[in-house]
């Protein structure tokens, strides 16, 4: 007999509390100021210019700007941390911005930070020599000089009006990406320097430790050693926390279930989505009628309520009420069966002897492929597939490894794809994932406009809202898109997720959590603030 999500979930809670004994969790940490948390993500990877820290979250580096943490029901606000006051603009065109940088900050190795280091990292992260896998993140800047002992100057390759949500990218020392060659290949990847509160000082496959630096030109961190494990398996990581950590991130069901005993959860708002590519070069999946009719035909709202637990909202054109009047709400999906039928009907798909659509002799089937061990993307592809069936539409199920995502591959398999990495700008969010741009072989990442969709309507309301100066026009511009979306949507955009940790109550008083981006990792939640983190 098949387990249910609901016994499955207490299951573990049994064999949680069965290796916690019955006087509640064991502690993790011997030493008060150690703090031990499991991840399910690879180790070590700790390059800005492969993405490491990419909005300002990386314990080891920081960024001219981070997200301000407790504000999560708008797009935060840009504070400094390696800047020194806002940017402003040189002249009036927007395409020429100064920021003033901090004096007084040593780097880890006790090499002094300056402009020259934020010039050298945002020149390497566009310079095609080094293939930032980020790169495409940062074609909106041309180049960046010195202009002075502390500021730095900005030409960008158009107008562009809300550059301080663009400056997150972690700094790195000049000297380390003096050498141009591939990013993912520097020795920056495993031996970190940056101005951070935290130093690396160990690394294996299974383990990081980071400690607290003494020459941090902040205050130095009362959690002196945080250590991070990982583990693979969500029900592993679950069980660990009765005698081996201190918190992880797990999904909603199996959060709750776990936060007993000693443990509670935190929650942190994200704009963090999940939906299905539906690849142009699959000829059922990118056939306009199937994309539109599953935009329709999928029960979003229950998604939210049976599997997110309530910890997240519908999303289906990645444009959510945190973007304020860029937002429509009228261009929404909504959940329409009979409708998504009569579009099939309308387009010639019509229903065989066993439910499933055909059209000129082609059945409405193609496979849709999700991580295994990713619980929330296994039942969100499950209810996809469940809903997709009730219209006429087989979505097969194919449990595949990360390695099996090539370009060639998700060319032609629809894929449950998390995205949302960069959201504290609508171009961030839509740019890189619908304009046509990124259709083109090569062209930025593979996880950019993975669906190959071509539509010359949202393509001028995005390239024309990225150079716009006035906020209500910009705005107007992506409200276009949207309407221009819902006519003819490239993917099966379904939820997005809020995150949920689980942490031993074992005396820390944590900051207020950020409005969080698409993260695998245990970066943010609680941990967001680590540097912060006081006794209770």
């Known amino acids: 007999m098949q387990t249910s999500p609901r016994q499955w979930c207490l299951l573990v809670v049994l064999a949680v509390v069965g290796l916690a004994g019955c006087g509640g969790p064991a502690p993790a940490s011997s030493a008060p100021d150690r703090f031990v948390v499991i991840d399910g993500e690879e180790l070590g990877n700790f390059n800005p210019l492969t993405g ?23 797009i935060p606000d840009a504070v400094p941390v390696l800047a020194d006051g806002a940017p402003t603009p040189v002249g009036g065109d927007l395409t020429h911005w100064r920021v003033q940088t901090r004096a007084g900050i040593t780097f880890s190795d006790g090499s002094t930070f300056g402009p020259e280091d934020v010039v050298a990292t945002y020149n390497a992260v566009i310079n095609p020599a080094f293939a930032a896998p980020i790169a495409a993140n940062f074609d909106f800047l041309r180049t960046a000089k010195v202009s002075g ?19 997150f990218l972690a700094i790195a020392p000049a000297e380390t990406l003096a050498k141009p060659g591939p990013a993912d290949k520097l020795a920056l990847g495993n031996k970190p320097v940056g101005t951070g509160p935290y130093a690396l000082t160990e690394l294996r496959a299974d383990q990081v430790v980071l400690t607290a ?26 069980a660990q926390l009765a005698s081996s ?50 935009n329709l035909g999928v029960d979003r709202g229950a998604m939210v309520r049976d599997i997110l637990e309530g910890e997240g909202t519908a999303v289906s054109t990645l444009v959510t009420s945190l973007y304020g009047a860029a937002y429509d709400p009228a261009q929404d999906f909504t959940f ?32 849709v492929a999700y991580y295994p061990t990713d619980i929330l993307r296994r039942d969100l592809t499950m209810a996809a597939v469940s809903d997709a069936k009730k219209i006429g539409v087989e979505l097969k199920p194919v449990a595949v490894e990360k390695s099996t995502m090539t370009p060639e591959y998700l060319a032609k398999t629809a894929f449950m794809l998390g995205g949302g990495g ?25 996880w950019d406009n993975a669906s190959d969709y071509v539509n010359p309507a949202v393509d001028r309301a995005l390239a024309a809202a990225r150079v716009e100066r006035d906020p209500a026009k910009r705005a107007k511009l992506y409200r276009d898109f949207q309407v221009a979306y819902h006519a003819a949507p490239a993917m099966l955009a379904l939820v997005s997720e809020n995150h949920v940790y689980v942490v031993r109550d074992n005396g820390w008083k944590f900051g207020s959590t950020a409005l969080e981006p698409h993260a695998h990792g245990v970066a943010w939640g609680p941990w967001y603030s680590l540097a912060r983190w006081t006794r209770q």
Do not use: C
């Not at 030109?217 to 029900?235: A, C, I, L, S, Y």
């Not at 991130?249 to 999940?274: E, F, I």
């Not at 099939?344 to 089937?365: E, F, P």
């Open 52 to 74: 490491h820290g990419s909005n300002g979250e990386s314990k080891i580096y920081e960024s001219l700007y981070r997200v301000a943490e407790g504000q999560d029901d708008r």
């Open 149 to 167: 002992p502390n500021s730095v100057d900005l030409w960008l390759t158009g107008a562009y009006a809300d550059v301080p949500h663009r400056l």
């Open 213 to 238: 630096r003494d020459n941090y030109w902040g205050t130095k961190p009362q959690v002196t050693t945080f250590v991070v494990r990982r583990t693979d398996d969500e029900k592993a990581r679950a």
């Open 245 to 294: 950590a201190d918190g992880t991130r797990l999904s909603p069901a199996l959060a709750k279930a776990v936060a007993k005993n000693g443990y509670r959860t935190v929650v942190g708002k994200a704009n963090d989505w999940l939906g299905i590519t539906l690849p142009t070069g699959n000829p059922v999946a990118g056939d306009p009628a199937i994309r539109l009719a599953l």
């Open 336 to 367: 329409d069966a009979d409708r998504a039928r009569k579009v099939l009907d309308s387009a010639g798909w019509q229903a065989g002897a066993d439910g499933i659509r055909v059209r000129d002799g082609k059945r409405a089937t193609f496979d």
């Open 422 to 446: 960069q959201p504290y700008t609508l171009d961030t969010q839509l740019y890189p994932k619908f304009h046509s741009k990124y259709a083109t072989a090569g062209a930025g990442s593979k």
